[in-house]
């Protein structure tokens, strides 16, 4: 009689602890497919967006506001990739906003984030496109691109320096400077 209670407890525990795992899986999926969005496209033009995935989240300065719901090849032009964002109801982006592609702390992650806008532009409309902005990855391929320049310049000045006629030339310089101080110290 004693094993007979202990699996009936057992299996009213297991009932429920079942049922209770299947709400809570059946709350959260239900939840997420009932929410309601607002979809905004951006095209990137020639424009990597490495680090990007479905379901990274989109902010304005700072704030989330929603997350990428898809990442695909635009069919008509190959070399643009469409980004779409289900961004919370009623967030007020305006025409001129643009999206650029940000990296979220060290992990190489990135995020979309919106900025700039002004009062006087339009609200956008559920379903048009919000302005491709400047990725990370191009910032940074940009000055390294300064870098390097500046870089060469450097060299090309130092190797001018550098060239045996100059140096003596310098060396010449140097000695008639010297040859100058020394007479000016005796007239002093």
Do not use: C, H, W
Request: net charge negative; glycine share 6%.
């Amino acid at each position: 009689m004693k094993k007979r209670s202990q699996r009936i407890r057992l299996g009213i525990f297991i009932f429920i602890s079942s049922f209770l795992l299947v709400s809570m899986i059946v709350f959260f999926a239900a939840r997420q497919l009932f929410e309601k969005s607002d979809t905004y496209y951006i095209a990137y033009k020639n424009v990597s967006v490495s680090g990007l995935e479905v379901g990274s989240p989109v902010e304005y300065l700072g704030i989330r506001i929603g997350t990428i719901s898809n990442i695909s090849i635009d069919p008509q032009d190959i070399n643009s990739i469409i980004v779409e964002l289900a961004v919370e109801p009623g967030t007020p982006l305006k025409q001129d906003t643009r999206a650029d592609i940000v990296t979220m702390g060290i992990t190489g992650l990135k995020a979309i984030e919106i900025r700039g806008g002004s009062n006087e532009a339009r609200f956008l409309q559920n379903g048009e496109e919000i302005i491709a902005g400047a990725s990370t990855t191009q910032e940074i391929t940009g000055r390294a691109n300064i870098i390097a320049q500046k870089t060469e310049k450097v060299i090309n000045n130092l190797q001018v320096f550098t060239d045996p006629e100059n140096l003596e030339r310098f060396t010449s310089a140097a000695d008639n400077i010297n040859e100058l101080a020394a007479q000016l110290n005796s007239t002093t």
